[in-house]
């Protein structure tokens, strides 16, 4: 098939009769690949990433950046040079939308890029309009990269004068967002934390315990109810409008819009369906992994751990799906453990009922994100074809 990137030059030569296997988002799954490729090409094939930016920011370090604990340099990971060294062209851009029959991408800057292999590993986002209000007057998570700026700004802002930040989300990222920013904060700005519904979810009630005392000695106020609305300088609870001059939004893992008329099978919420083998469950050419995947046989939560995990296992099958080999299946472990930051270099434990906090723990999570982090980094730049 004709191998070209219409609209722009990304350097790919459209002349050769390779497989194109266009890897989209350098998510946690990617940086498998990327590894896998720089230790190993795939004979025939030529691979494409297209990625937002050049610099992964590792989520699992968020808090302790927000905290102050690490500055950027210790929490992200050069994905370019990654890219460079596994051989994989480099195209810095967005996907805008996909047609899986026409195996073609088209970037938000009108680049159309064709490709025999597809494999999707973007995350998930957070919906704008999710709540009211939201969209002119709040932070959001994710993008990281666009949270991280604007939280220096915020910062700039909070040693001016005296700042209200409300924290909008029940679960891990909310709870650790807010634990991060109340020790960012002067004492003289307050911090608060929205809660629809019961604390962290998905959790034992040793763990919610643990994590309402956290809130309690740290001094994040616990505002239980459903933020309704985000107005200028408030938060909506139903009738109840509580001050706020920086309010983040730490709810939800939406489906990208972009997906939306690509032809893939998406579940009711627009997320990719795909099998064991991490192939779309209608177009076998295509892969994802992580939160913009959903499995149709072991469903399981959204979180990085899951997207790590996947990594080798799509590594191996983009390479054994290109070269014509069997696939192996991916089996998601029933139940994860999390520490959860507390934001003073401690963490909390959770691993299904079993609960457990301390120092120790903040030094082990410190440990497993600094290995995670260090395997992508210092990769030697075209040695390993
Ligand atoms: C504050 C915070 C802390 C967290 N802490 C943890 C933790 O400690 N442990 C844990 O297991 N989980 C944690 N999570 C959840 C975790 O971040 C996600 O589950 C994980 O990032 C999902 O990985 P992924 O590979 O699917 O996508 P991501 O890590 O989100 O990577 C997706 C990549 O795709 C890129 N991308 C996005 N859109 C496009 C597009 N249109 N075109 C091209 N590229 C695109 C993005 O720039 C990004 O680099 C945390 C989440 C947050 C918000």
Avoid at 4 to 10: A, D, H, K, Q
Avoid at 185 to 211: K, N
Avoid at 227 to 238: D, K, S
């Amino acid at each position: 098939m004709a191998l070209g990137v219409e609209g722009g030059g990304s350097g790919v030569d459209s002349s050769v009769a390779m497989k194109r296997l266009l890897l989209l988002g350098a998510g946690h799954a990617h940086l498998a690949v990327l590894a896998a490729l720089a230790r190993r090409r795939i004979p025939g094939a030529e691979a494409v990433l297209v990625s937002p930016n050049e610099h992964f920011i590792y989520s699992g370090r968020v808090p302790g950046l927000i905290g102050g604990r690490f500055d950027e340099s210790e929490c992200s990971i050069d994905i370019a040079s990654l890219a460079a060294a596994a051989g994989v062209s480099f195209l810095r851009g967005r996907a805008a939308a996909i047609d899986a029959e026409a195996r073609c991408v088209t970037l938000a800057d009108g680049q159309r890029i064709d490709c025999d292999v597809l494999s999707l590993d973007t995350g998930g986002t957070q919906d704008r309009d999710r709540l009211p209000g939201a969209r002119d007057n709040a932070l959001f998570l994710r993008p990281m990269e666009g949270f991280v700026e604007l939280w220096q700004r915020t910062l700039a802002l909070a040693a001016e004068r005296e700042l209200d930040v409300v924290v909008i989300g029940n679960g891990a990222a909310g709870f650790e967002i807010a634990l991060a920013v109340r020790r960012a904060l002067a004492a003289r700005c307050s911090v608060s934390l929205v809660s629809d519904g019961e604390l962290l979810p998905g959790h034992g009630p040793a763990v919610r315990r643990r994590a309402l005392d956290a809130l309690h000695f740290s001094g994040v106020q616990l505002l239980p109810g459903r933020c309704t609305a985000i107005e200028p300088w408030h938060v909506r609870l139903g009738t109840l409008r509580v001050a706020c001059d920086v309010p983040i939004v730490a709810v939800g893992s939406d489906a990208p819009s972009w997906l939306a008329g690509s032809a893939l099978a998406l579940d009711e919420q627009g997320f990719v369906r795909i099998g064991a083998t991490l192939q779309s469950a209608s177009h076998p050419n295509v892969f994802a992994a992580g939160d913009v995947s959903v499995r149709d046989d072991r469903p399981h939560p959204r979180s990085g751990v899951y997207a790590v995990r996947a990594g080798p296992v799509l590594a191996a099958n983009l390479r054994r799906f290109i070269v014509g080999a069997p696939l192996k299946p991916y089996l998601p472990q029933r139940r994860s453990l999390y520490l959860l930051s507390t934001g003073d270099g401690r963490a909390i434990a959770s691993w299904g009922a079993f609960s457990a906090e301390g120092r120790w723990a903040g030094r082990w999570k410190d440990r497993i994100d600094g290995a995670f982090l260090a395997r992508y980094s210092d990769f030697d730049q075209g040695s390993k074809k």
